[in-house]
Every structure is written in C-alpha cells, then in structure tokens.
Nanobody, 130 residues
C-alpha cells in the first residue's frame, strides 16, 4: 500500500525559505519519480516539481523555477522541496504524488498525472505572509 507523508509546512515571511519533506513507502522508491503539487485556496491544483529517482532528472513549473529545488534521499525514501524566496503566491497546501512512471513536463501531463493519482497524503500547508 502506497503511503505518502508530507511535512515541513508552516508560516513564513515573504522572501524566506522552507523545506518540505515527502516520506514515501509501499513501492520501490528507486524505480519511480515523485512529484509535488500544490493547491491554493480557491484555485486549481498546480504541478510544482518532480524528480526521477532513477536518473535524478528534475522538472519545475515556470512559477517556481530558480526558487525551488527538489532533491531526494534514497536511503530514507524521502523527497524534499527546498523553497527559497517565497512569495504570498506560494501559499497553498502542498502534496506529493507517487509513484510516477515519468516526470510531467507541461501543464497537460501534470493534469493527467493529477487525475491518475489514487493515493494522496494529507498535504502540508505553507502560508507566506507579506
């Protein structure tokens, strides 16, 4: 059974940093990719970032490129999302998505990935104050 546990959210001031964690279990971690989605109040979900554990390939949404960094600790079956230079527009509940066969590369594939997921964690809330 796939289990995903997100953590690390909280209240941070604009311009600050936060590191989110996603602890994954129930599948062979090294064989797949893991992604992050977010959903802001009153808005649709948005694909944020993804990492292929097999080869380390990463993808980022344009809205976070250059500010967020995704990484993994394979020994801990955990993926991290380092969020720097955050803005109020980053306020959202962040969810990780796994296991993924590939990392989404555009809005269409992110959307397909979102609707294909049948297991979600509880998410972690990030609130950025201005």
């Amino acid at each position: 059974e796939v289990q995903l546990v997100e953590s690390g959210g909280g209240l941070v001031q604009a311009g600050g940093s936060l590191r989110l964690s996603c602890a994954a279990s129930g599948f062979t971690f090294d064989d797949y990719a893991i992604g992050w989605f977010r959903q802001a109040p009153g808005k649709e979900h948005e694909g944020v970032s993804c990492i292929s554990i097999r080869d380390g390939h990463t993808t980022y949404a344009d809205s976070v490129k250059g500010r967020f960094t995704i990484s993994s600790d394979n020994a801990k079956n955990t993926v991290y999302l380092q969020m720097n230079s955050v803005t109020p527009e980053d306020t959202a509940v962040y969810y990780c998505a796994a296991p993924l066969v590939y990392c989404p590369v555009d809005r269409s594939t992110w959307s397909k990935t979102y609707y294909a997921m049948d297991t979600w964690g509880e998410g972690t809330l990030v609130t950025v104050s201005s």
